[in-house]
């Protein structure tokens, strides 16, 4: 399984529209953050996590031109507003795109993007999803095992996702301020986990880098991996401070499980 970091970041991206803070004035290209999303691909089958304002330029940047289907963490608009961009997924194919969603977070697109799943839309070329409410049970995408891990987070039902493939685990959870009793064995013991730092203090929706540090020691994957971090999270900085199995993700990291 190979997992690209098209976005490391958090709602705003790094640097911050007006900000002149030190990170967001950094010229270190790990500094710079699109919102959060990644790419997880085995030999036969590619799974677009959200789809963020910057899916264009990650698209672009990556030369990403199909997949075989999106999945959706939760509605908030920094993991939902790039969904016109995946249009361009959609002309080479002549059937639907699959999408899966947690009940709340399908019906939430199918209001902002009722155009899409109108049954009206039958241009080939236009998106036309074909939409699963995963209601929180594991499904299969090709021969990636996907395994929806509800999470609490703002106000909004928020999932992360465990995926399997060919005995290896990599868990993705951008947006958590807390993980329920009835979620750890879920992500307990992976190969790689990524999962919420936003900040570097105490923060009411998200995981501080201090909260996801003890959290990751809990969970103990092999290898945890911060991400959708904000302008106070400077990545050299960071980097230094975390445990010996940690580090921060970045804009186009690739890693192979
Ligand atoms: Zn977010
Ligand atoms: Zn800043
Ligand atoms: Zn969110």
Known sequence: MKILFLGSGTSTGVPVIGCDCAVCRSENPRNKRLRASVLVKSESTTILVDSCPDLRQQALCHSITAIDAVIYTHEHLDH?????????FCWR?????????????????RRMFAWAFSEKNTYQGYIRPDAHDHAGRPFMVGDIEVIPVP??????????????HAGRSFGYVPDIKELPAASRPLLAGLDVL???????????????VADNVALMQELAPKQGLLTHCGHKVDYEE????????MTSAYDGLEIEI
């Not at 939902?80 to 361009?88: P, S």
């Not at 999962?195 to 998200?206: A, I, P, W």
């Open 151 to 164: 999470v609490l987070h703002a106000t909004v039902e928020t999932y992360g996702y465990v995926f399997r």
């Open 194 to 208: 990524a999962m919420d730092g936003l900040t570097t203090q105490e923060h009411h929706t998200h995981l501080s």
């Open 93 to 109: 194919r002549t059937d639907r795109l699959p999408l899966f969603a947690g009940t709340d977070c399908l019906a939430h697109l």
């Open 238 to 245: 960071i980097c230094r401070n975390l445990p010996e199995f």
């Open 80 to 88: 939902t507003t790039g969904f016109d961009d995946m249009r361009a």
